[in-house]
């Protein structure tokens, strides 16, 4: 599920017309044989529409190309288009922009390529804590390219545990999919020192995750 977030969308303005066009065009060749244009646009738009507006409106565009093409590798895996190659997890938070952005951090710097990370929040923020970046950035992980974004169905449904961290009854559930929920402290708000031991929090239970998974952690 992706609802419409504040402001305006960027294909309805036309303000970002053409380089949304340079990014459908790069994702059609991308999926070429397995979405046809036309679903690459819809996955386009409804990114657009669903991020809403950036805290920095130029980047609008190239994180809805960045959302739309994990959507895309999220769906050809759910439709049975690509195969599952990987073990995949889904961190969701409230806001996408502490918790689940550092777990997620954890995870690709640990499994490499050994496992398909995604995270997403119920009501996403505007930013990604600085807090948490700084933090993270102590332990050599770079997540200040990353940004808040909604949780989706296509999603949810690819990969094999979703892991909740405080969005409560707002998570979704869907049968067949494991759910852990981590009872982590939320970074906002919070000095840098009480951040360092929630991102040390966070990779204990990230390694056990990969443990569990059967992903051997760097």
């Known amino acids: 599920m992706v609802e419409q977030r504040r402001g305006h969308s960027g294909i309805e ?72 190659t990987m073990p995949s997890v889904l961190f969701l938070c409230t806001h996408n922009a502490g918790r689940s952005q550092m777990a997620a951090g954890w995870l690709k710097s640990l499994a490499g390529d050994r496992a398909s990370v995604y995270s997403g929040g119920s ?15 102590e332990v050599g992980i770079d997540i200040s390219t990353e940004y808040p974004k909604p949780w989706t169905d296509e999603v949810i449904q690819s990969v094999d545990v ?7 009854d707002a998570c979704p559930v869907f049968p067949g ?18 951040v360092r031991h929630i991102r040390d929090d966070i990779e204990g239970r990230v390694r056990r995750l990969l443990a569990e998974l059967g992903v051997e952690a760097a």
Request: hydrophobic share 40%; proline share 4%.
């Open 123 to 137: 009501e996403p923020g505007s930013e990604v804590n600085p807090m948490a970046i700084e933090a993270m950035s």
């Open 13 to 84: 303005s036309g303000r970002y017309a053409a380089s949304l066009r340079s990014a459908i065009d790069r994702l059609s060749s991308e999926f070429e044989g397995v979405f046809n244009r036309d679903t690459v646009q819809r996955l386009v738009d409804d990114s657009v529409r669903a991020l809403g507006e950036s805290s920095v409106e130029t980047y609008v565009p190239i994180l809805a190309e960045r959302f739309a093409r994990d959507r895309l590798r999220a769906l050809a895996i759910t439709e049975h288009r690509a195969e599952k």
């Open 162 to 168: 979703v892991v909740t961290m405080g969005c409560g």
């Open 177 to 194: 999919i494991r759910y852990v929920d981590w009872e982590v402290e939320d970074p906002a708000g919070q000095g840098l020192g009480a």
